[in-house]
């Protein structure tokens, strides 16, 4: 195939524009590659990014005041805590209970906002594991993985704390394992 | 000749190609859906959790409950084409076996194939014009020493003893 | 303390493969034959060092030392000792050191050879070799040491490291992880060797064009002296897909024995290459064409061995893998770049020495229909690369992750791989240099008329499915055409030297090795084909909950539940979970018991589902326990394919083991039947 471009007549090498096509094709492969290589090497969204807005759309029975579609720049001004689980996820079992009673001991501040975004799961099981672990903060589905996908997840669970500016303050990988712990990330971003 | 063969070739490659795009499955479903029914639609989705493995087959959690929401929507009487809408809209286009826009999918290997069609017949053309500057072009297609001197051997030998 | 033996004995070599660089280069333009003989032995070197590496890595494997961080990854205490043993590339860290192992092997074999002929090119094989080999043993030594150990910190830490740090305590785990259930079936178990043999030995040829590019001796000698290496390296490759695929076929509880998975492809790759080098190559040597095309061919096939390895273990493709944070990533990368874009500026730079000796005379003649071959592989190639690379290039520009699954690849490759088939039938008449759509159509009239009969009885008897018939049709003119080739031949000879016709069959083979193997080559792809054909357009399956006693039913047979067992073994920590079911044909007689199993594996928390398979050359049963209910003994999941035709597919790959032998068995001394042939050995010789 590359032969064609070297006929038996007296023309010498490779033509310019054939070497020019040749390494824009080359380079532009390696591109992509290096592109993608860079996207997988890359962890979680780090601390001090600011976060975009999204849209979580919530299950019945766990809106956020009445509304069946949450923004996040809607909690400008309070601290959004963003949990990704799901229900077929032995170790977010772990830290349920404990996510739902720092969720009742904030709640009353008015400060912080708990979202449990669920993570490629189906609606029915969700729906009994919310029950089973009596979770009342708002919940929904993380439809097409858009807000995993942006937040770049590793798994599940992780949690991800955003303070009242909307920038990413502290990053949880895996369960928490008290509610201790959850409470020494908030009480900072809260005396702030 | 030559011309009429890679137009046929290509014109074969294009025609497999759509013929392949069109032979979409209708579907049916019945009142309680069987397990083969589930797993004919869970065949043509992958789950996110376990990547490239077909749902049909994937043994973890997660993919058997989105089997039994496979079950459930055909129990209230989705069509597959249903199904699979609502598991692109909660879950995103990854979950179908294929991407979406078969027209980005299926251009460059088109492409590239007709490329290489071109740029082979052009290689030919050349290869082929007899060029006086060569000493090469002594050789022509009745001269015979070029061919491969085994076939010649055991042709020969087969016109003897005929 | 003998980790850190092993460890030191892994440096050393590295610093030899790095020596051996710069020892051929120094050699090479100070004219120091000495220097270029140094570094030849220092490659000699290498492969005593490795094996003494791996022999320590051995030791500690069977012998429990969970200090060590690979040890603990890949082994238990469970495990029987040859599967310690193969746990070596069961791992990141180890199957790097086998491929480099592997490596060392060959590039000291090649320079075990007599150089007499080629003085000029071996400094540079040397320095390819020692460049790849250090590639690989530097990734062991710097990023991914199999001897690093488990050291604890005072605040409880536990994290693997090569050097003692400073308020530490070394720490061994009482049990080690186990090995992937996985990766303990036999399949698994020799795959990997023969997928990374057929990938290292790849270099081998790489690196005497890369000579031959560097030094401008760019004449036919590199392919002369390598094709052998080639087929070799084919037949590892081959073979290591296919076992892939038994295993997967015996394993991975899907039905099938090849997924359209971006691992696979990757190991896909390099072989289309391959092949299309193969046939290529006869081209340059019969006519003294395509000298730029196989240059590229061996430049891709190297580095899509390379890509293979990094596709596999970068994570570039999955997010799951746990190494995606790995820094071998990038190296990877930066070393396919690097090789990549010095190939081809050496191979622009020496374009004008590469030029055709002959030119072409027939769009029929053999080697034309050679380049619709490689057109066609290389197109199979960019589907493949296409379907790879092309969720990533969604996820970079739209953001959006797609999954490229089984329909993309097999609608887009299968109209090549019919008309791959058709060449097959063709191309075998063809002579070289020239050949009219009259001296073929003589020669092909006969085979087709076969092959249009033999359609028809299937159309008539097996089935009416087109693409099916438009499938065994090719097969059959292939095999046709395959065995009147090698009737006329033989009949040939016999008339002419006076053996009986079986004599002739074998003296024909023996004589003309490269030739007749090739034809059993493609003898075996057509066995191969009506198996995949049987599978891909025929198999059904069902899956059904039954009682014992109740039964399943497909395609005329009844599969009868009989019972079901579940005990563990308490030593290799397994759970075995056993059914019996029954198999009859469609008139009731018995044909036979089945035990699909269910095995749980403790340490690793993995089940794995193991089919019972009833296997014939009609078609194969095969039955998997899907689920079971230890209380209720009603609800006992299985689910049942019937692949009709499945082992013609094993059956042609036994085949072509033999043909690709055949093609590649060593002749006795290659070079004195070359200088005996005088004159014409740049032509052509019996051997061939």
Redesign the interface.
């Known amino acids: ?4 471009t ?5 023309r ?3 033509p310019l524009w054939a ?1 020019i096509i ?1 390494w824009v094709f ?1 380079v532009g492969l ?1 591109a ?6 860079n ?3 890359q ?1 979680t969204v780090q601390p001090g990014h600011k976060i975009d807005n999204f849209t979580l759309p919530l299950f019945s029975g766990y809106e956020y005041e009445g509304k069946s579609e949450v923004h996040l720049d809607d909690f400008r001004g309070k601290i959004v805590v963003i949990n990704f689980w ?3 996820c032995k170790p977010c079992e772990q830290e349920a209970a404990e996510l739902q009673e720092a969720w009742e001991q904030y709640e009353p501040t008015g400060e912080v906002v708990f979202l449990g975004v669920d993570y ?3 609606e ?2 969700a729906r009994v594991y919310l029950k089973k672990f009596g979770i009342t903060y708002s919940n929904g ?1 993380d ?4 807000i995993s ?1 942006y937040f770049r997840i ?2 599940v669970p992780e949690t991800y704390f955003v303070d009242r500016e909307g920038v990413l303050q502290y990053v949880q990988v895996g369960p928490f394992s008290s509610i201790q712990q959850i409470k020494d990330i908030l009480d900072p971003m809260l005396a702030e | 000749m030559k011309k009429t063969l890679f137009t046929t070739l290509a014109v074969l490659f294009l025609a497999f190609v759509l013929a392949g795009l069109a032979a979409d499955s209708v579907s049916a479903q019945g009142p309680t859906p069987t397990d083969d029914e589930v797993n004919r639609i869970a065949k043509q989705l992958y ?3 376990c990547e490239s493995t077909p749902l049909d087959v994937c043994p ?3 993919c058997r ?2 089997r ?2 496979i079950r ?1 929507m055909l129990s209230e009487g989705k069509s597959e084409a249903e199904i699979k809408q609502y598991f ?7 979950v179908l076996n294929e991407p979406p826009n078969r027209f980005v999918s299926y251009v460059v290997p088109v492409v590239a194939f007709l490329v ?1 069609v071109f ?2 017949f ?2 030919f053309q ?2 082929m014009k007899p ?1 006086i ?2 000493a ?1 072009a002594a050789e022509s297609e009745a001269d015979p020493i070029h061919q491969d001197e085994y076939i010649q051997k055991m042709e020969e030998e087969l016109k003897k003893r005929k | 303390m003998i980790a850190d033996f092993g460890y030191g004995v892994l440096l050393v070599t590295f610093l030899v493969t790095v020596y051996s660089v710069f020892a051929a280069i120094y050699g090479e333009f100070k004219k120091k034959p000495a220097m270029v003989e140094s570094a030849r032995r220092a490659m000699l070197l290498t492969w005593p060092l490795l094996t003494l590496t791996a022999g320590i890595l051995i030791y500690l494997l069977i012998n429990n030392h969970f200090e060590v961080q690979f040890v603990y990854e890949v082994t238990s205490r469970s495990m029987p000792t040859y599967l310690k043993v193969t746990a070596w590339w069961g791992g990141q860290a180890g199957s790097l050191l086998f491929w480099s192992w592997l490596m060392s092997a060959f590039a000291s074999l090649v320079t075990l050879r007599k150089w007499d002929r080629d003085r000029e090119f071996l400094p540079w094989v040397i320095v390819v070799a020692s460049v790849t080999m250090a590639f690989f043993i530097g990734m062991n030594v710097f990023f991914e040491n199999p001897f690093a150990k488990l050291y604890q910190s005072f605040d409880g830490q536990i994290a693997p490291h090569t050097f003692q740090p400073a308020n530490s305590i070394l720490f061994t785990p009482r049990d080690g992880q186990g090995l992937n259930p996985l990766l303990r079936h036999p399949g698994m178990v020799i795959h990997p060797p023969m997928l990374y043999l057929g990938f290292v030995s790849f270099v081998i040829p790489y690196a005497f064009a890369l000579a031959a590019l560097i030094t401008g001796r760019t004449d036919d000698r590199w392919i002369r002296l390598t094709r052998r290496w080639a087929l070799w390296a084919w037949l590892f490759l081959s073979a290591g897909l296919v076992l892939g695929g038994r295993w997967a076929y015996d394993v991975l509880g899907w039905g099938g024995y090849w997924g359209w998975d971006p691992v696979e492809i990757a190991a896909f790759m390099p072989w289309l290459t391959g092949t299309a080098f193969l046939h290529s190559v006869m081209i340059q040597e019969k006519r003294g ?2 000298k ?2 196989n240059m ?1 061919l061996v430049i891709l096939t190297y580095d899509l061995v390379i890509f293979g390895t990094f596709l596999t273990r ?3 493709l999955s ?2 893998h746990a190494f ?2 790995s820094a071998i ?2 190296l990877f ?1 930066a070393f ?2 690097l090789t ?2 010095t190939s ?1 500026a050496l191979l ?1 730079y020496r ?2 020495s ?3 000796e002959t ?1 072409m005379t027939s769009m029929l003649s053999r080697e034309a229909l050679f ?1 619709l071959n ?2 066609l592989f ?1 197109s199979i190639l960019v589907v493949c690369f296409w379907g790879v ?1 092309y969720p ?2 969604s ?2 520009f739209t ?1 959006q ?1 797609v999954t490229v699954g089984p329909p993309f690849y097999e609608r887009a490759t299968s109209p090549l791989f019919a008309t791959l088939m058709l060449l097959m039938g063709i191309a075998p008449l063809s002579a070289w240099g020239h050949s009219t759509v009259k001296t073929l159509g003589r020669a092909i009239w006969k085979p087709t008329v076969g092959a249009v009969i033999i359609t028809a009885v299937l159309y008539a008897t097996y089935t009416q499915n087109i693409i099916a018939l438009i499938g065994f049709f090719l097969v059959a003119l292939v095999i046709l055409v395959t065995l009147y080739e090698y009737w006329r031949g033989a009949y040939a000879r016999q008339r002419s030297q006076d053996e009986n016709i079986l004599a002739s069959f074998w003296n024909l083979t023996g004589r003309n090795r490269r030739r007749y193997g090739g034809y059993i080559i493609h003898l075996s792809m057509m066995l191969m084909a009506i198996g995949i054909l049987g599978i891909e357009i025929f198999q059904v399956e069902t899956q059904g909950t039954i009682a014992v006693g109740d039964s399943l039913q497909l395609s005329g047979y009844t599969i009868k539940y009989k019972e079901v067992a579940s005990w563990d073994d308490r030593p290799s920590g397994v759970n075995y979970t056993r059914a019996v079911v029954e198999v009859y044909d469609k008139d009731g007689k018995y044909l036979g018991n089945l035990n699909p199993r269910k095995d749980y594996y403790y340490d690793s928390q993995q089940p794995m589902t193991i089919p019972g398979q009833l296997a014939s050359l009609k078609d194969e049963v095969y039955v998997l326990l899907i689920d079971w209910e230890p209380i209720s003994p009603v609800g006992t999941t299985f689910k049942v394919f019937v692949n009709p035709l499945v082992n013609w597919l094993w059956l042609g790959s036994l085949l072509f083991l033999v043909g690709v032998i055949i093609a590649a068995w060593p002749d006795k001394d290659p070079e004195r039947v070359a200088v005996r042939a005088g004159k014409r050995a740049h032509q052509t010789s019996a051997a061939d």
């Open positions: 195939m590359t032969e064609s070297s006929p038996a007549t007296q010498r090498g490779v070497q040749i080359l390696l992509i590659v290096a592109l993608g290589l996207r997988a090497q962890g799901a229900s077929w490629v799961d189906t029915p099981e589905p439809l097409a993985t858009r996908q590793k798994g | 789950c996110p959790v973890t959690e997660a409950q989105w039994d929401l459930q692109v809209e909660q879950y995103g286009v990854r290489g740029v082979l052009r290689g050349m290869w060029s500057t060569e090469g | 064409m395509l730029h095309w590229l970068s994570g570039v997010s799951v995606a944070q990533g990038p990368f396919i770049g990549l874009i081809v622009i374009w004008d590469l030029k055709s030119k380049l490689n057109l290389m690379i990533l290039i996820e970079l953001g992750k």
